[in-house]
């Protein structure tokens, strides 16, 4: 839980007046050069920056703490923030976001409580793998979308991370993620009541292949692309450039000075966000490609080299230079080809025969519960206007916004 009231302390400190303080007393006041003798504090350092990038970087450190904010346990009179001799507090907020898309927010958290009551009845949780399955589709979807429409291939939680601000985790919390996950839910359980044992078996023998464990390599990889204008200009130099740093970072790893872990959060991070902690790509087939829909597939030049290893694992390979840079990759474990039969793959074959009526049944299901369902709307503006005691509500600025309750739609990039 923020402490609001610390922050409140440390945005007024932003408003002490300078003349307050001298170069004995704040470090800020000292000299940072002297040009013909006349100092160049370092307050004025920080005057120069504020004044060029000073709100945006206020509204960023005040979001940041903000969106950690539980503001179901926050009192209508605690103080969400002071600056320059204001305070504002969470009743304050409520009242200038409820001048505008109160109706849309009433909306969908009715049909919020319409699917979470369905879920109810019918016996329902949405836990953690019901989250993952509706995340997998969603990223389904998406990649499915960039394929047909002949686009570059972007993993999933990289477009999450710059279109919705989110980590995977974090919007798999998302009121209108679970919604989604809730009605989806309630459809495939309909469904699986209605498909027969036939029918189960007919899908799964025709696309037995897609379900059946292929062999594959349990891989961690650090890879680091060429500067494109030195491979331009000489790209012998800069191959035996990026090979050298490869080998020296292997040399550190070996050494455990430090681990591949911690090498991997500072150096390869950047290039392949989809993989896993400490840069596991989890299990990779033979043609290089990843479970992660997206995700960069390893070159043919370093697979070959990874299934050439047979001894004791895991195995810290030499870095090997491709296309387009160098990879420096660890074989963890090796996994053989398995027939699988219909019982363990059960529900994936469920999802997958559902996969082209998926929306069709989702929209009947919630055209059914929303029929059903008696919901007596009151009066929004008197309920407001109760709400606020005459008072006039702050003006929001444009910057702040109400995250919507119904989910993105990634399908469309």
Known sequence: MINLR???????????????????????????????????????????????????????????????????????????????????TRRDVALALLRGGAGKVRQDLIQITIVNQALAKAGVTIGHDEADAEYHRMETRFIADLKAKGQDLIDFASYLRTTEGKEPDAFKRDPGFLMLAGVHALVIKRAADEFTADDYQHW?????????????????????????????????????????????LRERIVANDPGFAQTFEGFGRAYDSSAGKGGDLGWVKRDGTRDTLGARPIPSVVMAEAWAQHGPLPVLMRPIAHATGVELTRVDARRDFRAVTLNEVKARVLDDMLAEQLDARTKQMITELTAMALVDYKSLPEVIRARSGGMVPLTVAPTVTVAPVAPPAPAKP
């Not at 920056?49 to 450190?61: D, H, R």
Request: proline share 5%; charged share 25%.
């Open 6 to 88: 610390f922050l409140s302390f440390f945005l007024c400190l932003a408003v002490v007046a300078p003349e307050m303080l001298t170069a004995a007393d704040d470090p800020a006041l000292k000299p940072v050069a002297t040009v013909n003798g006349e100092a160049i504090t370092l307050r004025q350092v920080e005057d120069a920056m504020l004044a060029k990038e000073g709100v945006e970087q206020l509204q960023q450190t005040i979001t940041s703490i903000i969106e950690q904010t539980d503001w179901t346990r926050l009192k209508d009179d605690d103080v969400v923030l002071a600056i320059a001799g204001r305070t504002i």
């Open 204 to 248: 799964f023998d025709l696309h037995r292949t897609q379900y059946d464990q292929q062999e594959a390599l349990r891989l961690a990889s650090i890879f680091i692309p060429y500067v494109p204008e030195a491979a331009k200009r000489d790209p012998q130099a800069e191959i035996n450039r990026l090979l050298s740093v490869m080998t020296a």
